[in-house]
């Protein structure tokens, strides 16, 4: 399967999303809404936590070969299992100290079903990793697909039966998360299990451990940045304006849907020799980056519609949604060139990075809030992003050796796609 092909798959996931952003918002409204993505956002927090850079670690484990795959995948889903589990624990008992600020409006059924299926997540995050490094980009692709669908159903369904309210779609992702981790780990065991033997290994275990160790410390840096506005939003303002929020939060990272999918094709790619890889990566950025350009003008473009798809009640999405789009095409460049940092080992220096974007991100979002409402918040997390953007892209230009014009986009690729169009036209 080409890499075009696999990327395409991924992007299927472009539409699901588009489905997605227009649904909870109008079957929820802002405050079932907001008190949703707040829910969700806490396993997130577990997941950022119990995962402790494992997934990303794997990219170079495999690169290496000094472990067996069996080992690798045994010791990850037990270091993986027992840190979700401890994680929940934790954050169920320090509920009382945030659920008058941090989760005020938030019913306590909802946290205690997302904590829990927090351990599912986890198992399907990892399993899908280990499917995607295996070359079954397809599998991979189609169980997010899957997951999306699953969740459509489910949210349409507790629609009816429980209109405007926060339990309909956390039961649907409840659903959808047990469902991905099943599949994925039936679909993993019969593909390796009768070649590796799965294990849990102690010496394996400590090396993933202090190998993912920088790669933990960035990964928290980057859920408090992308994340931790929702939290702030609704210490400050109230959970309404965080359903506004996140409905332009996620309506603009349909431009990461482009560089998700190039990332997902790009890093079995990887494992190859490092000056190639730094070739690869530059190539998938310049053409990632004219795609995800296109799509942030075109959402940008439809932005005064926001009242009339998500209703009366989030208009305010439009202007909020403009401010955030540039953010997120910088995020895309930043996940393309991070792939190629960490197969090189620089965890450490993409750890440092994400900190850094974390506390700016922080910090401009809750005086943007303060000072000018949302719109201040949007424009503080935008800035962040551009920020945190640029020093991996300096990074990535000196420990690579490749200029700077390798990563801009030319008119010679969108001339290319073009052909490509009238080519499978033409074949019909």
Known sequence: MTFARQSLGSLLALLFGVAVSILLPRILGPDARGEYQLAVKVAGLVLAVAQWGIPEVLLQALAD???????????SLVLGLAGAILTALALAAAYPLVQ??????????LLALTLGGSAASLIGLLTRRFIQLGGRVDVYNGLDVARTALFLVLVVIGGILLPQQALGPTLAWLVGEIALAAVATAFLWRRTAPKTRWSVQPSVAKDLANAGAPIQFGLLGMFIGSEGGAFVLNASLDVAAVGIYSVALSVSRLVLQISVALRTA????????????????????????LWMVTIACGLALGSPLAGVIFGRDFSAVGPILVLLLPGMVA?????????HLLRIGRRGLLA?????????????????AQTFGLAGAAVGLSVAYLLATLVVLVAFVQLSGRPVRELVPA???????VGLTRRALATR
């Open 411 to 417: 008119p010679g690729d969108l001339a290319f796609y």
């Open 331 to 339: 995020y895309g460049v930043w996940q393309l060139l991070a792939s």
């Open 352 to 368: 440092w990075i994400a900190w850094l974007f974390g506390v700016a991100s922080i910090a401009l979002q809750a005086f943007g």
């Open 65 to 75: 070969k000094r472990v067996s795959q069996g080992a690798l995948i045994g010791t």
């Open 100 to 109: 008058d600020n941090l989760l005020r409006g938030v019913e306590p059924v």
């Open 266 to 289: 790009l890093q079995p790619r990887l494992l190859a020799s490092e000056p190639d890889s730094a070739a690869v990566t530059a190539r998938v950025t310049r053409h990632g980056l």
